[in-house]
């Protein structure tokens, strides 16, 4: 059981340099670097994979609302769960 569990956490794991490759749309607002170029702007370089994927999620389902929430939710709709898995891999990924 315990193998099957380890299999399965690698089967939804992103593909940081697929993430890397969709991340460009977000660098005008988050920075090439994941270090937000606007401020009042979440830096992303670093975050937690898990975070940003619930984050995105949250956006594209309309749970998050305030301030810059129709951006986010206008972006996050034209992602799939894979991108969304890339993207949060990737960001995660830097250091």
Do not use: F, W
Not at 27 to 38: F, K, L, M, R
Not at 53 to 77: D, H
């Amino acid at each position: 059981v315990l193998g099957l569990g380890l299999l399965a956490g690698n089967a939804v794991a992103g593909d940081v340099a697929a993430g890397k490759a969709k991340s460009a749309v977000c660098a005008a607002c988050h920075g090439a670097d994941g270090i937000a170029v606007i401020p009042g702007y979440p830096n992303l370089k670093g975050q937690s994979e898990q975070y940003i994927v619930s984050s995105i999620k949250a956006y594209k389902a309309g749970q998050r609302t305030g301030g810059l929430a129709p951006v986010m939710q206008a972006q996050a709709s034209m992602l799939n769960d894979a991108d969304i898995a890339n993207l949060a891999a990737y960001y995660a990924s830097l250091k």
